[in-house]
């Protein structure tokens, strides 16, 4: 189960950190990511952690502002959001992979992720 929090209302220019909590599967085992959904558009990447590794990825239009990071020992994801803008409001939804270790481009595609916590919503006004 995964479970998502952190988002709400913030100014352009500002910062949040989003949490994903992470309980029923072993953690360490699955890679995670970040996607995030606004009003009348399609499911996007964010960011994402590859298994096993240290290895994280960022769609073009958050690198230098949002950072992922994970912590182990209490089963947690975070998306540190900075500098945010009016276009990055939406649902943020974190995602874990299966037992397997996708390629890299695999990251970029919701259906690689079968775990999905219930999302968060990150409003950022102008």
């Known amino acids: 189960q995964l479970q998502a929090s952190g988002g709400g209302l913030v100014q352009d220019g500002g910062s949040l950190r989003l949490t994903c909590s992470v309980s029923?599967?072993?953690?360490?085992?699955?890679?995670m990511a970040w996607f995030r959904q606004a009003p009348g558009k399609e499911r996007e990447f964010v960011a994402a952690?590859?298994?096993?590794?240290?290895?994280?990825y960022y769609t073009g239009s958050v690198k230098g502002r949002f950072t992922i990071s994970r912590d182990v020992d209490n089963s947690r994801v975070y998306l540190q959001m900075n500098s945010l803008r009016p276009e990055d409001t939406a649902v943020y939804y974190c995602?874990?992979?299966?037992?397997?270790?996708?390629?890299?481009?695999?990251?970029?595609?919701?259906?690689?992720?079968?775990?999905w916590g219930q999302g968060t919503l990150v409003t950022v006004s102008s």
């Open positions: 995602a874990a992979t299966g037992m397997g270790n996708p390629i890299i481009s695999a990251y970029y595609r919701p259906s690689t992720f079968p775990y």
């Open positions: 029923g599967l072993p953690f360490s085992a699955h890679g």
């Open positions: 952690l590859r298994k096993g590794t240290s290895s994280t």
